[in-house]
């Protein structure tokens, strides 16, 4: 038996009576695309991603103006951050394997709260019981889905109608706070950037450092890959799904309350499909829905692309239901890319992978 | 179907490569109509492999294939089963929530007029088939996840004979491990089934492990192993311990360890355990020093049972006592509510602080997670210690890890970094071992460690358990492979029907007298 592992790893041996190890997973003598690895880290994924944002970048810079102007770029970069908050809750319930579907929902009831209780109470306070209405919408999902064992595609499409009926029930038409306080947080700039898109990033920074470096993230990326491995470990399966929840509904209670606060204005329909760009995002980054699969870094560069595609679409003045389709086919051709970067140098996935065969 | 004596299959020089490493290197097989050819290899021989390739399932490399001395090329499952050669695969493939009836005839249904199904016609086309190979106790309308796992086999077999619109039925029968599930009467009807197909001209491929009942069907005998046939015999010629040194290419004395000294004191005691439909009225002790076997074929309840021990499945009565915690064999000292009395693990958490350690029967599934790397699979059952501060403490980690892969030679040797999924099936159970002696366990449970895990690797695994009994650890080695059970144990329990139905010692008994307890028919 060789112990050699370079370029290929070395085979198993043939899978005898040991019939789920299709041997087409096994990885390829052949080589595949250049990999670009730095200090013994594979950094091929975000070097594309960087080339692909500039390529964006300098097609928008040199075909229209008011790209690069500070309004337009200020105005990106306060747009990114509702996606961006919402796809790092996202990814944390992907990472399971989950899906949590509520969040563009929780953004409205959010909003319209923190928006309707800046009238008679502090605007910060106001505001922290949106947060607060977020996390514990979060918490519920999570508990139902692990105490009650419910398929998370159901919990929080139950909960998507829920919560967005109830944002109607709180108030049916737009609330508009009066408070000058209240616009703030949407408003406000640090230097050269706004500081709503400053909360984002460190949400990206923390969570990153959670999900890499702390016991709790690490297990809940190997709850995706095997919770049955994770519970005979001795670590509680259930509590970390429900944080993971939790998590997303906290992002988007905060990405709710960051919104009205830009927008200047709470709509209880606002956020619709919110959840499918936040899944988009992970989905770029190159999350598998099965779970156990993603990355924090990736999973940021994705909000940036859509960011991008949507910001240019408008620039260019393409009717929104033109954007819409352009928008679906851009992000299938990036994932396609990815796709097929990664099959020629991990080969073909493999069918057998327990973590697919409980995608709920 | 004139000549009885008619050559069915011939394969010459087939080759499968895997990337760069070769499993079969040119094998030559021959089968005549009415033949029971017996493929016996251990782990990793290769049997899988050729199987696959007549399957359809696997193209090979290099080499030949003919039926009735026309070459054939296999190039899907579709292409073998139009040409009449059908596969029993080990794994059962059974759709549980559809009807035997659909099981059996998926694809090909009588239809009425306006193309519905005609259900009546269905069920009583399954039952006439299941009839005339001898199965007719199975109800076609059943849902097929609800029949035993033996019956199950049964509708797999009948699955594999069905001849549908017109074209010819089988003319190579596969059976990969057919009785590994199957005992007593329902044994009997298969063996009866295979002599009527022999009848009938089908050529049987027949692979098993379980060495008596080659020697009782097959016709012709191959021994494979590494990927060659290095013998071909008739059973009349040969007797089961020449077929074991085939096979392992050494003495089976070499393969296991000397048995250990007399055990020492109880370390977990199990009473009364009760679990309904699962196993009843369980009671064992594993004592320090000694390696424990257990024995049972597949639904038999040993998976269960070692899960209910070790707090991952409630149970409906019993207690599991942990002798005191203590790091070194003999001491007394007890750790916070883990241990004494008697009561039961409510999770794998409590089960790990009282010193258990639990390796699954999957351990694709079970045992690792495959997405992440080595390291993080070995530190996972240390992952909620192993900080500093709120952050996971790497550098203790790649410590750790580092010195469990020099321990139990894990290869490649810079495998810690590395997807898991990428090692070899030996060293993926290496990987799981280290994940558990980590804790510092003093109960090790481990379910078929040896499972898929070549020979070299085997032996090293028989090795680590024996220096781990030594040091002071009890060990219950799950298995179905008589020889392992015998060979790595002092003492061997037996398990029928979720009962324990026999205690016997190692070095005094026999593989028929544990296969007897196993399946009930003890003299």
């Avoid at chain 1, 105490?147 to 998507?160: E, I, M, S």
């Avoid at chain 2, 090293?460 to 060979?487: K, N, P």
Wanted: proline share 5%.
């Amino acid at each position: 038996m060789t112990d050699q592992l370079t370029t290929s790893a070395q085979p198993a041996e043939p899978a005898d009576s040991d019939g789920s190890a299709p041997p087409g997973r096994r990885p390829s003598r052949r080589p595949g695309p250049p990999r670009l690895v730095v200090a013994g880290r594979d950094l091929t994924l975000e070097a594309g991603f960087a080339v692909l944002l500039v390529a964006f970048v300098a097609i928008a810079g040199s075909t229209t103006d008011a790209f690069l102007t500070e309004g337009n770029l200020t105005n990106l970069l306060k747009q990114m951050v509702t996606t961006g908050l919402l796809a790092f809750g996202m990814l944390t319930v992907i990472l399971t394997g989950g899906i949590d579907l509520s969040v563009g929902s929780v953004v409205a009831f959010s909003g319209i709260v923190a928006a309707g209780l800046s009238a008679g109470l502090p605007v910060p306070l106001a505001m922290l019981v949106g947060l607060a209405a977020g996390t514990g919408f979060g918490l519920v999902n999570g508990v139902l889905v692990a105490r009650f064992q419910l398929a998370p595609f159901v919990v929080t499409l139950a909960a998507l109608t829920t919560i967005r009926g109830l944002a109607f029930v709180y108030s049916e038409t737009p609330v508009a706070p009066e408070k000058e306080g209240f616009f703030e947080l949407g408003s406000a700039v640090l230097g050269p950037l706004p500081v709503s898109t400053l909360i984002m990033l460190a949400v990206f920074l923390v969570g990153g450092i959670f999900l890499s470096r702390t016991p709790a993230g690490r297990s809940l990326v190997a709850i995706g890959g095997s919770a049955e491995t994770v519970r005979l470990a001795g670590i509680g399966v259930r509590r970390h799904v429900v944080l993971a929840y939790t998590i997303s509904g906290a992002c988007a209670g905060l990405a709710g309350v960051i919104l009205a606060s830009r927008v200047g204005i709470a709509q209880p329909s606002v956020g619709t499909a919110f959840e499918l760009d936040a899944i988009a995002a992970c989905v770029i980054g190159g999350a598998s829905l099965a779970g156990g699969k993603g990355s924090v870094r990736a999973t940021f560069a994705g909000v940036l692309v859509l960011a991008l595609i949507n910001n240019l679409l408008n620039l260019y003045d393409v009717q929104s239901f033109w954007q819409q389709v352009l928008k679906g086919l851009i992000i299938v051709a990036v994932i396609l890319v990815q796709r097929t970067g990664r099959f020629r140098t991990a080969g073909a996935p493999n069918p057998a992978d327990p973590g697919k065969a409980r995608l709920s | 179907m004139s000549s009885t004596a008619r050559t069915a299959l011939e394969i010459r020089g087939v080759r499968k490569a895997y990337g760069s490493t070769e499993v079969l290197h040119g094998v030559d097989l021959t089968g005549r109509a009415g033949d029971v050819l017996a493929v016996v290899g251990a782990n990793g021989a290769g049997k899988s492999t050729l199987i696959k390739i007549l399957a359809g399932a696997e193209r090979m490399s290099a080499g030949e294939l003919r039926l009735d001395g026309e070459r054939v090329e296999l190039r899907s499952p579709h292409d073998a089963h139009a040409h009449g050669i059908r596969t029993v695969h080990q794994e059962l493939t059974l759709v549980p929530q559809l009807s035997v009836t659909e099981n059996l005839l998926m694809g090909h249904f009588p239809r009425r007029f306006g193309g519905l199904i005609d259900w009546r016609a269905a069920h009583a086309r399954a039952r006439e088939l299941l009839e005339s190979i001898g199965y007719g106790a199975i109800d076609p309308r059943t849902r097929a996840g609800r029949l035993t796992v033996a019956r199950q086999q049964m509708v797999e077999i009948a699955k594999a004979l069905v001849s549908e619109g017109g074209r010819a039925g089988p003319r190579v029968l596969v059976l990969d491990e057919p009785s590994a599930v199957l005992a007593g009467g329902d044994l009997e009807s298969l063996f009866t089934l295979i002599r009527r197909l022999q009848r009938r001209g089908v050529l049987i491929v027949y692979v098993s492990h379980r060495l008596a009942e080659v020697t009782e069907l097959a016709t012709t005998i191959v021994v494979i192993k590494d990927g060659r046939i290095v013998a071909e015999t008739a059973p009349e010629r040969t007797d089961e311990n020449e077929l074991i040194r085939l096979m392992a290419g050494r003495g089976p004395g070499r393969l296991y360890p000397a048995r250990r000294p007399d055990a020492g004191e109880p370390l977990l005691t199990v009473s009364g355990l009760h679990r309904p439909g699962e196993f009843r009225d369980i009671s064992f002790t594993l004592r320090a020093g000694e390696i424990t076997g257990l024995f049972g074929l597949v639904g038999s309840g040993r998976s269960e049972l070692a899960r209910c021990v070790f707090g991952a499945e409630p149970a409906h009565a019993g207690s599991v006592t942990a002798s005191a915690v203590g790091t070194a064999p003999g001491s007394t000292s007890e750790a916070a509510g883990a241990s004494g009395g008697h009561r039961l693990f409510r999770s794998p958490r409590e089960a790990i602080a009282a010193g258990l350690a639990l390796v699954t029967e999957d351990r694709k599934r079970t045992g690792l997670v495959l997405g992440l790397s080595t390291a993080e699979n070995i530190g996972l059952t240390t992952l909620r210690t192993t900080t500093r501060g709120p952050l996971l403490d790497t550098g203790r980690r790649r410590r750790e890890v580092t010195a469990m892969v020099e321990r139990l030679d894990i290869r490649p040797a810079h495998c810690a970094g590395l997807p898991v999924r990428t090692l070899s099936g030996g060293n993926q159970q290496k990987a799981v071992l280290a994940k558990w002696l980590l804790t510092g366990p003093r109960v090790l449970l481990l379910d078929e460690p040896t499972r898929g895990v070549d020979m070299a690797t085997r032996a090293e695994i028989y090795r680590m358990l024996d220096e781990l009994a030594r040091a002071g650890m009890a060990v219950l080695l799950i298995s179905s492979d008589l020889t392992e059970v015998l060979g790595a144990t002092d003492r061997v329990l037996v398990m029928r029907e979720g009962r324990l139905t026999a205690e016997l010692p190692s070095d005094r008994t026999t593989e028929d007298t544990v296969l007897a307890h196993a399946i009930g028919h003890t003299a």
